[in-house]
């Protein structure tokens, strides 16, 4: 019989095997892999990143001019300052990050800017100046409450191994509940918002946090406020753009020695005795394994990588993804281009003037936006304008319904769009030379080819309805040996939630492999305390 210290090296040096290398998958490797377990991570793409991915907007191979045509805001560094921590480096000695005292410009017209900084105050001023001192101190008190909204959260539900309703009003105590009371709780994001903010852009403004998770302002839930004080805490640009963060991660994992197969899918995950034994790739190769991370949507575990008897023991305990209730997908323009007269920061927002009209023509309608909302990341500019010389890379975003896999948007759809799109550009100020342009356009269906069984969703099921929230998968799935990570399970969308997926995916698997002890529900330490 081993013993207990001979049994713990056996098991750590079991094979796990992760599929799916975007950023749930990278942080749970790299985790993994920092506790001595052997990993060994599939992805079907040539290119590691998932969602976090580059384009290459260049005519020229000699000046490449990559494009960050994915997520572009780096948020929780603390996320990642504890797994470099873990992996025996640090953000600062891997990364070269800046710190933006302007979270984000935002347009309604040529006469209408509203900066949003950092700092509360010189928001309010800001406010004050664009709005009314009325708004103004309703703002500062908007932003004490997200401040005490995330602080009550943070712990109980983002960082719970499988948070529900009663656990969470338990932890809470008496002064957390009444923290959750006095926001709404019952109430819709836009609902609440209405209580601190009577100028309707500035409504707009905080009611886009729904889209952070793909939903609809007018549909989730008033909890989702918090991203506020998230952005409050620090928004940083990393240096070469968030691919930069996918290359870093990948390389500390690599030397810790996790062994990365692209451009291979997994076909099927294999199941014995109803349990995880390994998956079949589609060249027919098969990995033996007992331990399985599925990182990726869940809607295609149904989609074909389980088998029938996979499927049911996973429908018996959790609801199957419904295609009703996808969250968002997007239009997106990566490119590389001459524009004039707006003074663009690192992330930028434009508005149209009917908010709601927006997402009543994707969520019931199911086509796509005659009055978009426009984000544009110019990744060659920091939180202050800097004149430089043409061309700049952009990234253009346009929020669209996920039905990439019913079908694709005529020609004549799309050209509506991009024309209301650009359009809306020009009015704010921001000319676009169009013919100059290197462009490439992604679709919903496109998104769908990346990310299989999404319908070009990019956030998983949207948050509609306040016990919405409770209802995403945790890492531990019904299927024994089969760990869950990635944007569609518990904490949700965005790459600091995804990472904490993964992180979580890792601490639930050395929990049942032995080498932690899980103990309450809290798995990882949050960052509360780094504020």
């Not at 494009?67 to 996320?79: L, N």
């Not at 710190?99 to 800001?126: G, I, M, T």
């Not at 990365?260 to 076909?267: D, P, S, V």
Request: proline residues 5%; charged residues 20%; contains cysteine.
């Amino acid at each position: 019989m081993l013993s207990v210290a001979g049994r713990v090296e056996l098991l750590a040096k079991t094979p796990v095997i992760i599929i799916g290398g975007g950023i749930g998958g990278l942080t749970c490797a790299l985790d993994l892999a920092s506790s001595g377990v052997e990993v060994t991570v599939i992805e079907k793409e040539h290119q590691v990143g998932g969602k976090i991915r580059q384009i290459n907007c260049s005519n020229n191979p000699l000046v490449p001019a990559p494009v960050d045509s994915g997520p572009t805001v780096f948020t929780m560094r603390w996320v990642f300052d504890a797994l470099f921590q873990k992996a025996g480096t640090s953000l600062e000695s891997e990364l070269k990050l800046e710190k933006l005292n302007v979270l984000a410009r935002h347009a309604w017209s040529k006469d209408e800017r509203l900066d949003l900084f950092s700092d509360a105050e010189q928001s309010a001023q800001a406010i004050a100046e664009f709005s009314s001192p009325a708004e103004a101190k309703r703002f500062l008190q908007f932003t004490n409450q997200c401040r005490s909204l995330y602080k009550a959260l943070e712990k109980p539900y983002m960082l719970s191994s499988r948070p529900h309703f009663a656990g969470m009003i338990s932890d809470l105590g008496i002064s957390g509940a009444k923290v959750l009371y006095d926001i709404g709780l019952f109430n819709n994001l836009w609902k609440s918002l209405g209580n601190y903010f009577h100028d309707p852009r500035l409504r707009q403004l905080f009611g886009r946090y729904a889209t952070y998770c793909g939903s609809s302002p007018y549909q989730a839930p008033a909890t989702l406020m918090l991203i506020a004080d998230v952005e409050a805490q620090g928004v940083w640009a990393v240096d070469g753009g968030m691919y930069t963060l996918v290359k870093v991660i990948r390389k500390l994992a690599e030397e810790k020695g996790v062994h990365f197969l692209t451009g291979q899918a997994c076909e099927e995950i294999l199941l014995k005795n109803g349990k995880v034994s390994g998956i079949r790739l589609t060249n027919g190769t098969l990995l033996y394994g007992d331990h399985v991370i599925f990182n990726g949507d869940l809607a295609a575990l149904q989609a074909g990588l389980l088998n029938a008897e996979g499927i049911k023991a996973l429908n018996a305990r959790m609801t199957p993804p419904s295609p009703a209730k996808r969250s968002l997908s997007a239009l997106t323009w990566s490119m590389s281009v001459k524009t004039d007269s707006f003074p663009l920061l690192r992330h930028n927002v434009f508005f149209n003037q009917d908010y709601q009209a927006e997402f009543d023509d994707i969520f019931n309608m199911g086509r796509l936006p005659s009055k978009p909302t426009v984000y544009v990341c110019a990744q060659d500019q920091g939180d202050s304008y800097q004149a430089k010389p043409d061309p700049q890379r952009l990234l253009c975003l346009v929020n669209a319904p996920a039905k990439g896999d019913q079908s694709e948007f005529t020609a004549q759809e799309i050209e509506k769009c991009e024309h209301e799109t650009f359009g809306l550009l020009q009015q704010c100020g921001l000319n676009i030379d169009l013919d100059s342009a290197i462009c490439h356009r992604t679709t919903p269906a496109l998104f769908n080819q990346l990310f299989p069984a999404t319908g070009g969703a990019l956030y998983g099921q949207a948050n509609h309805g306040w016990m919405e929230t409770f209802g995403r998968a945790s890492a531990h799935s019904p299927i024994p040996g089969l760990y869950l990570a990635g944007g569609s399970v518990h904490p949700g969308p965005g790459v600091p939630m995804a990472a904490l997926s993964g992180r979580m995916a890792a601490a639930t698997l050395m929990g049942h492999l032995g080498l932690t002890k899980l103990s309450g529900r809290t798995l990882i330490s949050g960052g509360t305390s780094m504020l």
